[in-house]
């Protein structure tokens, strides 16, 4: 197993470990679109990172057809400051090297959305997977807090995330750890239960293998259009999980998200929203979960930017807040353009795209 030096979190102070064990049923007349964010550190901390994104829709018909899909897949280098060296797209994406020599922080999702509106615009699998890289490979220190590679730092370090969001909040479990021992604490998580479906080979995308060390983002998105008009308006589930694979590849859960969110079907305004936190590391972090109630009154096209803007502070939660985000990514899976019959290799009825909306 994995070695440690770093101040393990304790008992009192670690937030719910309650990973889901199961993904839901393609239900008929449905969209999912699901991700995976795989960030690898081979050589160390001083080394690349290494990215590899994937993504599908799937739109299920009936119970007696295979889904329409459509595939999409990133593969990226960056150095140890989190400067991109290398980025492709399958479908190839032109654009994207317009991010060569751009760091994955801040700034780096406004300048995605510049270099491919059309995307954007479309909240295509491509952006999604390029919205996660900034959450995703910041996730991804934990493998190497994990490998003690992460060395005792200054107060001064760790000031500007000071009431970033609850688990970061300055009496917090966080920031009291780091003034008593001089370095983050960290929480052990539970074993990651299979998401996988032996009945339902598609209930997701493909995976890579996991390497030592990988930390996978992945999400689920499900929206159900049902049989004729819409009484209760889209009904939309969806998830994500942070995981971990220490040295023997075992897998275990660092973040984990789920939400359930009524959107109206004529105006694509949210009506209902509930979050429920289901894996997180400090006892602080699920007071973020009553911050779902004010996503009520979004449109979706306007929910990327609106979170952003609107959700901060110790009320909110950064990886909630990217669950919520997501939820834009509703719009793509409605768009007839998102769903077509492609790179799957599973047959469907390509031109029925679309049906339900």
Known sequence: ????????????????????????????????????????????PAGPIRIDGRARDALTLDAS?????????????????????????????????????RRVTTGFRAAAAGLVPRHRHAATLLYLLLDDLPVATLVSGYAMQRAGEISDAPRSVYEPNVDLCSGWAAEATIMRIIDDRGTPPMTLGPLA????????????????DAAPRTVRRRRRIDVEFGNGPIVDGLIVDAMFRDSHFDDDAVESVIHEYSIQVTIDTETL????????????????????AASTSRLVGFHLDDV???????FVGTSTCTHLNDLFRSLEDVSGLLSSQG???????????????????
């Open 65 to 101: 057809e295979q889904p329409i899909c459509n595939e999409v897949r990133v593969r990226a280098t960056l150095d140890p400051f989190r400067e991109v060296q290398e980025l492709t797209a399958e479908p190839a994406e032109p654009a994207l090297a317009g991010l060569i020599g």
């Open 269 to 288: 305004v949210i009506r209902k929203a509930v979050a429920t936190p289901r894996v997180l590391p400090y006892v602080e972090c699920p007071a973020a």
């Open 339 to 357: 769903i077509v019959d492609a790179q799957c290799s599973i047959t469907g009825r390509a031109g029925t795209a679309g049906t339900g909306r």
């Open 304 to 310: 990327r930017d609106r979170v952003r803007a609107e």
């Open 1 to 44: 197993m994995t070695k440690f030096v770093s101040v393990v979190t304790a008992a009192a102070d670690v937030g719910p470990q309650d990973p889901a064990t199961t993904t839901p049923d393609r239900a008929p007349n449905s969209a999912r679109r699901t991700s995976s964010v795989d960030v690898t550190r081979p050589g160390g």
């Open 193 to 208: 239960p299979s998401l996988a479906r032996a009945d339902d080979p598609l209930a997701w995308h493909d995976l890579a």
